[in-house]
């Protein structure tokens, strides 16, 4: 069974059309047209899946023949192009989403668990790559895309939780979607905090949001400010921390690397979420406390030391080795010891009475 997608221009037959090498160089936007429009045709893979074998051929290689031409050619994304590869990606992903496999069972787990690819995933899986390189290419001009990727093609790609498109899109220049995505990012992760801890694209998000505090200028506004202490840093707290840490820990050191003076309220909110009895998770902190003290401001540094180093020592004489064995790594650490080093007569007070204990009674020897 074939079904023809909507389409303002009426939909393409499945025919198969002619290759870009066999036409002259004048007729290729017309053919690059026909093609997108062939490609706005779907496939019935899930209840039928071997009907239309040869027009799901067809469009196979259409899709793939279009990669490679906009991969290895310049300027073939003309101003008609825009709104035709637009509306052809539309078709392909914009759909329900098929429900569960395990509606009632645990929460997939993207480090445990394998991806169930979506039946039509041959075709998807090209019209994804085609878009990206669409976004990626040296002739995409934003300011002709920004007619058709707007606000409302943006929250559709969140729907279907298109993480690195969204990372493209925001990347790609189209004015005015960045400050929107990182909007609707904010949104996404007061719900993942505050009602459900259910999310299987925190991680990609942060990514995002890493390119995004990249870019911001200084001074930072205090709008940026409120996020990282409101949101990004309760973030901590969520059970499901380890399938986002590393990406979490990056922003967090970005903001710190735009603004030192945010590094007080950052240092005491990870020590007011400081995990009390998940060995793995103090690992992670001790991971991303030595990351921000590898960018502290030694005047910063004196005013957090006496409380972050009071964690330490508790870190060090911790049961649990492998937290134990994270923190005294951090004397391995040249610039961490210079900090020490000049602060001694404050530190060392902090920190020997536990060295001494575990030099005498740690379990671990």
């Known amino acids: 069974m074939v079904v023809d997608a909507p389409n303002p221009n009426g939909p393409f037959p499945p025919v198969a059309l002619m290759h870009f090498r066999d036409v002259a160089p004048a007729e290729q936007e017309k053919l690059f047209v026909q093609k997108l429009r062939q490609c706005c045709v779907l496939f019935d893979f899930l209840s039928d899946p071997l009907s239309d074998l040869k027009w799901k051929e067809v469009k196979r290689a259409a899709l793939s023949e279009m990669v490679e031409y906009i991969n290895h050619n310049r300027s073939v994304i003309t101003e008609p192009i825009y709104p035709e590869v637009v509306h052809m990606f539309a078709v392909n992903m914009f759909r329900a989403l098929p429900p569960s496999s395990n509606p009632t069972g645990a929460e997939f787990d993207p480090e445990e668990d394998e991806p169930t690819l979506e039946a039509a995933w041959p075709h998807l899986q090209l019209v994804?790559?085609?878009?990206?390189?669409?976004?990626?290419?040296?002739?995409?001009?934003?300011?002709?895309?920004?007619?058709?990727?707007?606000?409302?093609?943006?929250?559709?790609?969140?729907?279907?939780?298109?993480?690195?498109?969204?990372?493209?899109?925001?990347?790609?220049?189209?004015?005015?979607?960045?400050?929107?995505?990182?909007?609707?990012?904010?949104?996404?992760?007061?719900?993942?905090?505050?009602?459900?801890?259910?999310?299987?694209?925190?991680?990609?998000?942060?990514?995002?949001?890493?390119?995004?505090?990249n870019g911001f200028a200084l001074p930072l506004k205090e709008e940026h400010k409120i996020f990282l202490l409101k949101v990004l840093l309760p973030l901590h707290k969520v059970k499901s921390l380890s399938v986002?840490?590393?990406?979490?820990?990056?922003?967090?050191?970005?903001?710190?690397?735009?603004?030192?003076?945010?590094?007080?309220?950052?240092?005491?909110?990870?020590?007011?979420?400081?995990?009390?009895?998940?060995?793995?998770?103090?690992?992670?902190?001790?991971?991303?406390?030595?990351?921000?003290?590898?960018?502290?401001?030694?005047?910063?540094?004196?005013?957090?030391?006496?409380?972050?180093?009071?964690?330490?020592?508790?870190?060090?004489?911790?049961?649990?080795?492998?937290?134990?064995?994270?923190?005294?790594?951090?004397?391995?650490?040249?610039?961490?010891?210079?900090?020490?080093?000049?602060?001694?007569?404050?530190?060392?007070?902090?920190?020997?009475?536990?060295l001494y204990r575990n030099s005498k009674s740690h379990w671990n020897k």
């Open 128 to 213: 994804y790559e085609f878009f990206l390189r669409f976004l990626e290419s040296p002739d995409f001009q934003p300011n002709i895309a920004k007619k058709y990727i707007d606000q409302k093609f943006v929250m559709q790609v969140f729907q279907t939780c298109e993480m690195l498109l969204l990372n493209r899109i925001s990347a790609s220049g189209v004015l005015g979607l960045r400050a929107y995505i990182r909007k609707q990012i904010n949104n996404i992760f007061y719900r993942f905090i505050y009602e459900t801890e259910h999310h299987n694209g925190i991680a990609e998000l942060l990514e995002i949001l890493g390119s995004i505090i």
């Open 244 to 354: 986002y840490h590393p990406q979490l820990a990056y922003c967090v050191v970005q903001f710190l690397e735009k603004d030192s003076t945010l590094t007080e309220p950052v240092v005491m909110a990870l020590l007011k979420y400081w995990p009390k009895t998940h060995s793995p998770k103090e690992v992670m902190f001790l991971n991303e406390l030595e990351e921000i003290l590898d960018v502290i401001e030694p005047s910063e540094f004196v005013k957090v030391m006496e409380p972050l180093f009071r964690q330490l020592a508790k870190c060090v004489s911790s049961p649990h080795f492998q937290v134990a064995e994270r923190a005294l790594y951090y004397w391995n650490n040249e610039y961490i010891m210079s900090l020490i080093s000049d602060n001694a007569a404050r530190i060392l007070p902090i920190m020997f009475p536990a």
